[in-house]
């Protein structure tokens, strides 16, 4: 559209893709059976449609399609692998999570921490990435679950998922990873990596918002899961209500769509990221890239501005969209919990601004970006008086 910022927010929300259009489209009017009712012909084909796309979403991590629980989005997923694994679980049981995991796995976590079960919070480096050795000190025999994300949603640090489950597996403890950043650029292999759960969003990958999953192993083990609400026999019982058959085929497609894309997408994604990055240090001084330089998003650039602030920044960088962090907590202005927790400087960490590049954008879309960006911060600098 002309006129529209360069978008580079995409750990924040992803563009709906064409393709996932245009496989949702016969299903929000013209084939509007519940796949729940299958007495008739339109009930039947919504079902098809729904294992259709159930399968599509298993065959991204190498699953079982009984194994993919639809849920609103990451954010009940979330809640649903810890309230749910932990309340099925013996009271005062205990669970281990990182540092700098989402809120949406932060906040369950201090509920059920009130509820008398015991929380472990694991530090991270100054990169953002978990000692395995440290989750493994962290593990108690009262210990059910561990909850690491697979790729962080603000400096796009990657955990190794597969180094833990190792070890969760030795000790007999779950482990679910948070793996929306992760789910349309990185190959998930859960098998190998021994994740029992698993959360995902559509939105975060080209397709709808409005739809997530819970990848829940079904055998060894065979995980106990307490709903979050009651009143249908869907997904198992562990996620009744009506499902949503245009956002559950919109996001099997973008799942299939990021599963054929594996071998391609990212590495074009990643030389976008470093040409924005080698742009940017050739014209500016005072910029720290935050986040590790090697185990990383492909199109995640975290970076710190000296002598300026980041939301003035952002403010005044009509033509690109970027972000400070967290799309969830943006209007809070606390510090990062994420840069807090890698030890960044406070006035650091208030110059830092996310950019996220994305499957649409172009090397023409960078280096313009790249001006802009130079331009306003010169600009923002010299009114301080700390031109650089």
């Excluded at 629980?69 to 013996?90: H, Q």
């Excluded at 906040?107 to 509820?115: C, D, H, I, K, V």
Aim: aromatic share 4%; hydrophobic share 40%; glycine share 10%.
């Amino acid at each position: 559209m002309p006129g529209e910022p360069v978008y580079l927010d995409h750990h924040a929300t992803t563009r709906v893709d064409p393709r996932v259009l245009e496989a949702m489209a016969p299903f929000w009017s013209g084939q509007f059976g519940n796949p729940s009712s299958p007495h008739h012909a339109p009930a039947r084909r919504a079902a098809d449609a729904v294992a259709a796309a159930r399968q599509q979403v298993s065959n991204l991590v190498g699953a079982d399609p009984r194994e993919v629980v639809f849920t609103s989005g990451a954010t009940e997923a979330n809640n649903l692998a810890l309230l749910g694994v932990l309340r099925a679980s013996p009271p005062g049981s205990h669970f281990v999570i990182s540092a700098i995991e989402h809120a949406s796995v932060l906040e369950p976590a201090q509920r059920l921490r009130r509820e008398g079960f015991g929380l472990t919070v694991v530090p991270v480096d100054r990169c953002g990435r978990v000692d395995p050795q440290q989750v493994e000190a962290a593990i108690t025999s009262g210990t059910v679950l561990v909850s690491v994300m697979t790729a962080n949603n603000e400096i796009g640090t990657i955990q190794p998922i597969a180094e833990i489950g190792a070890l969760c597996r030795r000790k007999g403890v779950l482990l679910h990873t948070d793996a929306v950043q992760a789910a349309a650029c990185l190959p998930m292999p859960f098998a190998e990596w021994s994740v029992d759960l698993a959360s995902f969003s559509g939105h975060k990958m080209y397709g709808p918002m409005g739809i997530g999953a819970l990848f829940v192993r079904r055998r060894d083990p065979r995980i106990a899961l307490q709903p979050l609400c009651f009143g249908g026999s869907q997904e198992q019982r562990r996620r009744p209500g009506t499902l949503p058959t245009p956002l559950i085929v919109g996001f099997g497609a973008a799942c299939q769509i990021a599963r054929e894309s594996l071998g391609v997408e990212p590495q074009r994604i990643a030389a976008l990221r470093d040409r924005l990055r080698e742009r940017l240090c050739s014209r500016l001084d005072g910029l720290a890239m935050n986040g590790d330089p090697d185990h990383r998003l492909p199109g995640n650039l975290h970076v710190s501005f000296s002598g300026v602030d980041g939301d003035a920044l952002l403010t005044a960088l009509e033509d690109v969209a970027a972000s400070s962090g967290a799309a969830c907590s943006a209007g809070d202005h606390e510090l990062s919990h994420v840069l807090r927790a890698i030890g960044l400087d406070e006035t650091l960490a208030r110059s830092s601004v996310r950019f996220g590049v994305g499957r649409f954008n172009t090397a023409e879309e960078i280096d313009r970006t790249a001006e802009i960006i130079s331009s306003v911060v010169q600009k923002l600098r010299h009114a301080k008086g700390t031109g650089q």
